[in-house]
């Protein structure tokens, strides 16, 4: 059974930091290009970070840019996103993704992923 469990939601203060931890297990992780992905209230999901294998590119949302970092660590099969500087238009629900490569499409096409955790909610407050 493959599970990508998220963790490091909470609320914050604009400006504030958090760190988002997605565990995955029933995969192989070190083979997976990893996607962070957000939906805030009324709005589309959208893509918001993603790394390759072996952590060698990654990509941003131009609206994350400089703020927020992705991260992954194969020994422990965990992606991480950190997010630094944080705006109330941050506020959302972040799903980390799996995408076992092979597709095509842009990296923040939905259909590239297989596999999608539950979610964790980060709030910012003004």
């Known amino acids: 059974q493959v599970q990508l469990i998220e963790s490091g939601g909470g609320s914050v203060q604009a400006g504030g930091s958090l760190r988002l931890a997605c565990t995955v297990s029933?995969?192989?992780?070190?083979?997976?290009?990893m996607g962070w992905f957000r939906q805030a209230p009324g709005k589309e999901r959208e893509g918001v970070a993603r790394i390759t294998t072996r952590s060698s590119t990654t990509f941003y949302a131009d609206s994350v840019k400089g703020r927020f970092a992705i991260s992954r660590d194969d020994a422990k099969n965990t992606v991480y996103l950190q997010m630094n500087s944080l705006k109330p238009e941050d506020t959302a629900m972040y799903y980390c993704?799996?995408?076992?490569?092979?597709?095509?499409?842009?990296?923040?096409?939905?259909?590239?992923?297989?596999?999608w955790g539950q979610g964790t909610q980060v709030t910012v407050s003004s």
């Open positions: 993704a799996a995408d076992p490569g092979g597709t095509s499409g842009g990296w923040r096409s939905e259909s590239r992923y297989k596999h």
């Open positions: 029933g995969i192989t992780f070190s083979r997976q290009f």
